[in-house]
């Protein structure tokens, strides 16, 4: 079955230190891998998306993510976190572009601290 | 940029009522939207697919006569919880693709938290 592991529930960190936040995929030929922010009581942002080309994806508020298809992972990093960074993030894949139907990953809990 | 609304952010219904939730994409033509559910501290499951002028498509599990999904124009889909019940609540968010993109670009609403009493 198709899946998305996020392998960290929780990642607590100082402000101003590099984080990653995990994730892996089910194996497949063709796959889209999003990343999502979520905010206390709010809907999801879009951080960034690997479609195909370069494996190094940049998002908004400097975070990216390298696409590594023997591994299956789709890892998210930021060199330098901040206290407003404090939020929910999810890994999401779609394994058709056609359907567009996604299949998210549990969640981390990013905390940072002051 | 894309903007999708959902009405009402936030309900409080008794059991056995029903409550009806509203997706609008408000400045693009969706032609597909999805519903998802996500209780406390845990992921997003999809509901269901709704296409525009056809009928919803269910993921496994999920009961068709009491989530009842509308997509009756290109900007509005409905999630309808039919005679609700406490073990209902929860936050429900929906999604929507623009039809004037790529088709792996989706739009999520704010959510609207439903509590049943």
């Known amino acids: 079955a198709q899946s998305v592991t996020q392998l960290d529930s929780q990642v607590p960190v100082f402000e101003e230190a590099p984080v990653e936040l995990r994730c892996n995929y089910s194996s497949s030929v063709s796959v889209y891998l999003f990343w999502y922010v979520q905010y206390p009581n709010q809907g999801l942002q879009l951080l960034l998306k690997y479609l195909s080309g370069s494996t190094l994806v940049k998002g908004i508020n400097g975070f990216e993510a390298e696409f590594n298809k023997s591994q299956t992972s789709f890892h998210l990093r930021k060199p330098s976190v901040h206290i407003s960074d404090t939020a929910e993030y999810f890994c999401?894949?779609?394994?058709?572009?056609?359907?567009?139907?996604?299949?998210f990953g549990q969640g981390t809990t990013l905390q940072v601290k002051p | 940029g894309a903007v999708v609304s959902q009405h009402p952010s936030r309900v409080i219904c008794k059991s056995g009522t029903s409550v009806k939730i509203e997706c609008r994409s408000l400045d693009f033509q969706a032609t597909t939207m999805f519903w998802y559910r996500q209780f406390p501290k845990q992921s997003l499951m999809l509901m269901a697919t709704?296409?525009?002028?056809?009928?919803?498509?269910?993921e496994q599990g999920v009961e068709k006569d009491k989530f009842l999904i509308n997509h009756a124009s290109l900007t509005l889909s409905t999630l309808t919880v039919t005679s609700a019940h406490p073990e209902d609540s929860s936050f429900y968010i929906c999604?929507?693709?623009?039809?004037?993109?790529?088709?792996?670009?989706?739009?999520f609403g704010p959510g609207t938290r439903l509590t049943v009493l």
């Open positions: 999604s929507a693709r623009d039809r004037g993109r790529p088709a792996d670009t989706q739009y």
């Open positions: 999401a894949v779609t394994y058709s572009s056609n359907t567009g139907k996604l299949i």
């Open positions: 709704s296409n525009e002028g056809s009928k919803a498509t269910y």
